[in-house]
C-alpha cells in the first residue's frame, strides 16, 4: 500500500509536470498538437509507428516523447512515407495498472497487439517500428512478445524510454532480437530500476527523439 501511494502521488505530480503549462522545452506546436495520431486508418506507408504514450497522459501519443520521435522519423525518412499510430482503445494510460504483474493491464496489450496484426495485414508491405514510454513501454513489450511468428518478423526495432519492465526483461524484449531494441534509461529515472517511483528525471525524454528516430530509421534501411 506505501509503494502504492507513493506511485499514486508521483504520477500525480508528473502529471503536472507535464501539463501544458510545463510543456518540454522547444516542443514546436506541430508537435504538441499531435497528441493523437491515427495515420493506421488512412493510406498504407512505407513504414508504420505504432507508439503507446505513459501514464496520464492525453491523446493516443501523450505529450513528452510519443509526438516528437514521430516527427523526427518522418524527416529522416518523408513525411509522405512515415505512418504514426497511436495506442488508444482499451489502453487509458492509468495509474493503478503499472502495479500489475506485467506493469500493465490485459485490455491494453491486446489493443497494442491489434495494432501491430493490423499494420501487418492491411500494409503487408510496410515496415513496422515500434515504440513505448513508462507504462507504455510494458504494453508494446507485452504486445511483441504476443505475436505471431509472421507479424513478429515485420517489427524491425523497438525504442523505450523509461522502460518500466527494464529490470525484469534485461533491457530486451524476450524472444525479440535484442539488436533491434534500445532503451533510454536517464540517470536518475528509478523507473528503470524496477520501482514505481517516478522522479523528474522520468519526463525528460523528449530530448533522446532524434537519436530513437535515427536508430528507428538505420534498422529500416538495413532491412
Same mark, same amino acid.
Given at each position: 500500500m506505501v509503494m502504492l501511494h507513493s506511485l499514486l502521488v508521483s504520477a500525480l505530480a508528473a502529471l503536472a509536470a507535464a501539463s501544458p503549462v510545463a510543456e518540454p522545452a522547444g516542443q514546436s506546436l506541430a508537435t504538441r498538437q499531435l497528441m493523437s495520431s491515427d495515420d493506421l486508418n488512412g493510406a498504407c506507408k512505407d513504414v508504420t509507428l505504432i507508439f503507446a504514450r505513459g501514464s496520464t497522459e492525453m491523446g493516443n501519443m501523450g =505529450? #513528452?516523447?510519443?509526438?516528437?520521435?514521430c516527427s523526427e522519423l518522418k524527416k529522416k525518412l518523408g513525411s509522405d512515407k512515415v505512418a504514426c499510430q497511436g495506442v488508444g482503445g482499451m489502453y487509458t494510460g492509468g495509474l493503478i495498472q503499472n502495479a500489475l504483474p506485467k506493469n500493465t493491464d490485459p485490455? =491494453? #496489450?491486446s489493443t497494442a497487439k491489434s495494432l501491430f496484426e493490423k499494420a501487418s495485414t492491411k500494409c503487408p508491405n510496410t515496415q513496422i517500428v515500434a515504440g513505448g514510454y513508462s507504462q507504455g513501454s510494458a504494453v508494446i513489450d507485452n504486445a511483441v512478445q504476443e505475436l505471431s511468428?509472421?507479424?513478429? =518478423?515485420?517489427?524491425k526495432g523497438v525504442v523505450f524510454f523509461g522502460f518500466t519492465r527494464n529490470l525484469q526483461d534485461k533491457g530486451q524484449i524476450p524472444n525479440y532480437p535484442k539488436d533491434n531494441v534500445k532503451v533510454f534509461c536517464a540517470m536518475g529515472?528509478?523507473?528503470?530500476?524496477?520501482?514505481?517511483?517516478?522522479?523528474?528525471?522520468?519526463?525528460?525524454?523528449?530530448i533522446?527523439?532524434?537519436?530513437?528516430?535515427?536508430?528507428?530509421a538505420?534498422?529500416?534501411q538495413a532491412a
Open positions: =505529450a #513528452i516523447i510519443g509526438p516528437p520521435l485490455g =491494453a #496489450i511468428a509472421e507479424a513478429k =518478423a515485420k517489427v529515472d528509478l523507473v528503470c530500476d524496477g520501482t514505481l517511483i517516478v522522479t523528474a528525471t522520468h519526463l525528460t525524454y523528449g533522446n527523439a532524434p537519436e530513437a528516430a535515427s536508430f528507428l538505420s534498422k529500416v
